[in-house]
């Protein structure tokens, strides 16, 4: 006898959750008040009040609301939502053209930064850790007054993981992106930090943990020299790469617990 498609049975038995319900419950599973960020975290923009397919993706742009509406979701998640601390506050340009078509559609948007990065089992840095194969992985506490508790990770590579070229290999296919590597290739590499996203300023923290190497998604041009001269080697591992697997858990997550429909919809980025 053939077993039934997956998608179907979650589908036939999808059950719909209120807004605002869904709202509450992601503000304290996600502990949202926790940390001060650059955005409002939790729902940006308010759609339909009953939610029957949430899309998740990683930022929310033009394309993947296209996507959604495609997919016939009533929500969007997002790691990169709107309205970001220092952003023109008019609706004009790329945000009425983003805003207008999530209205006209009454699709709700829903955005989790930091708390998303800080989760311990759904967030971007223990699942990137679960992604990569990397032992031990914990939360690290703020390395100086003001940081962010638990923002870098700590752990050790496995397996095949055993230099920094092979680690950076390990990279390439996990991640289906080459990274940027600094650092000597035959560098054997045992301890390593991590922290997903633009997180290249953390370098001095990962220096402080004395990691053999750190990895995050963007680079600068200092982070160059900081892995340099203070003996630390460097991965640059892509934001967008780093960061699709956290929203992709809450969407699973979410899908599990209330019985709705979820749908990843992963919009290429090269950065
Ligand atoms: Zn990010």
Redesign the pocket.
């Known amino acids: 006898m053939k077993a039934k498609p997956k998608a179907n049975s979650v589908k036939s038995n999808a059950k719909s959750i209120d807004r605002d319900q869904l709202s509450i419950y992601l503000a304290d599973l996600l502990q949202v008040n926790r940390v001060k960020d650059y955005c409002p975290n939790g729902l940006q923009v308010q759609g339909k009040g009953t939610i029957k397919k949430i899309v998740t993706g990683v930022t929310a742009s033009l394309s993947l609301i296209d996507a959604a509406i495609e997919e016939g979701a009533d929500a969007i998640l997002v ?2 939502g709107w309205f970001w601390k220092n952003d023109d506050v008019r609706v004009v340009g790329q945000l009425h053209a983003r805003l207008k078509l999530l209205m006209e559609h009454e699709i709700s948007l829903f955005a989790y ?1 930091l708390p998303l990065d800080l989760h311990p089992t759904l967030g971007n840095n223990a699942q990137l850790a679960q992604v990569m194969g990397w032992i031990d992985a914990k939360a690290s506490p703020a390395a100086y007054p003001g940081a962010i508790d638990g923002l870098i990770w700590r752990g050790k590579t496995s397996g095949t993981q055993k230099t920094l070229g092979q680690l950076a290999r390990s990279v390439a296919s996990r991640l289906g992106r080459d990274p940027l590597v600094i650092g000597d290739l035959n560098k054997p590499v045992k301890t390593i930090a991590w922290c ?3 997180a290249q300023g953390y370098i001095t923290e990962a220096i402080a943990m004395k990691v053999d190497a750190y990895i995050s ?1 963007e680079v600068s041009e200092p982070t160059f020299h900081a892995a340099q001269e203070m003996g630390v080697a460097y991965i640059a591992a892509g ?1 967008h790469a780093t ?1 699709r697997y956290g929203i992709q858990a809450l969407g699973q997550h979410l899908s599990k617990k209330w019985g709705v429909e979820h749908q990843f919809i992963d919009i290429p980025n090269p950065i």
Do not use: L, M, Q, S
Request: net charge negative.
């Open positions: 790691h990169h930064h997903t996203g633009a998604g934001h960061e």
